[in-house]
């Protein structure tokens, strides 16, 4: 069975700090993709990166990081110095084989103060 | 307009109402999506239109009813529906129907069934 956990239901941090969103995962397939994605307060979910399970290569976009690791079934979302405009819920989701249906994690709310 | 666009924004509706939900995406994509996002339960896929064929209907109630005249259109006609149907329902395309395709999402309507 495929499964996407989110552990950290809401995080609270203040402007400027660095943190880090955890995704675990868990699939039998070798194959298989990997996505982030952002739902600010206004409702619209914004895809924020793909990765297959093919490419373990650690990504970076600014001030947004990602962390795949196959060993831990893990693929972590770092935000560096991050802003208040970063708040938001974050999802990370997993697709395998042929199907249409991507497997969400619960989400994790992420409020930044200033 | 850019993007994945849902009209409207804000839908309230009484149980014996008939209404639409229409979606519009101006990315050239071949793929449609109708999901369902309630309070405190993980997105959940409803329907998947690949070059305006119904491919995926996830045990989805008769009273919702999706609608596909082309590939930048699509609608979910809603009938006789009930107080737990109340959600926000957000529509999203994609490049091609599949695993390894990103999708966009639309802004959601905001649905109240009373």
């Known amino acids: 069975a495929q499964k996407v956990t989110q552990a950290q239901t809401e995080i609270s941090v203040v402007e400027k700090e660095d943190v880090t969103l955890d995704c675990v995962y868990e699939t039998r397939d070798t194959t298989y993709y990997l996505f982030w994605y952002k739902q600010p307060p206004s409702g619209e979910l914004v895809f924020l990166i793909r990765r297959n399970s093919f490419d373990e290569q650690n990504e970076i976009s600014g001030r947004y990081s990602w962390n795949f690791q196959k060993s831990t079934s893990s693929f972590n979302f770092t935000i560096t110095a991050s802003q208040v405009v970063d708040s938001a819920v974050y999802f990370c989701?997993?697709?395998?084989?042929?199907?249409?249906?991507?497997?969400w994690g619960a989400g994790t709310k992420l409020i930044i103060k200033p | 307009e850019t993007g994945v666009t849902q009209t409207p924004r804000h839908l309230v509706m009484g149980m014996t109402n008939k209404k639409s939900l229409k979606c519009e995406q101006h990315l050239g994509h071949n793929a449609m999506y109708w999901y369902k996002q309630s309070a405190k339960k993980p997105l959940e896929l409803m329907f998947v239109?690949?070059?305006?064929?119904?491919?995926e209907n996830n045990s989805v109630p008769s009273r919702f009813s999706p609608e596909c005249p082309n590939s930048s259109h699509l609608f979910l006609h809603l009938h006789t529906l009930q107080p737990e149907d109340s959600a926000l329902y957000l529509c999203?395309?994609?490049?091609?129907?599949?695993?390894?395709?990103?999708?966009?999402f639309g802004p959601g309507t905001r649905l109240t069934v009373t």
């Open positions: 239109y690949s070059l305006e064929e119904r491919v």
């Open positions: 989701a997993l697709s395998v084989g042929s199907n249409y249906q991507l497997i």
């Open positions: 999203a395309s994609s490049q091609g129907a599949g695993p390894s395709y990103e999708q966009y």
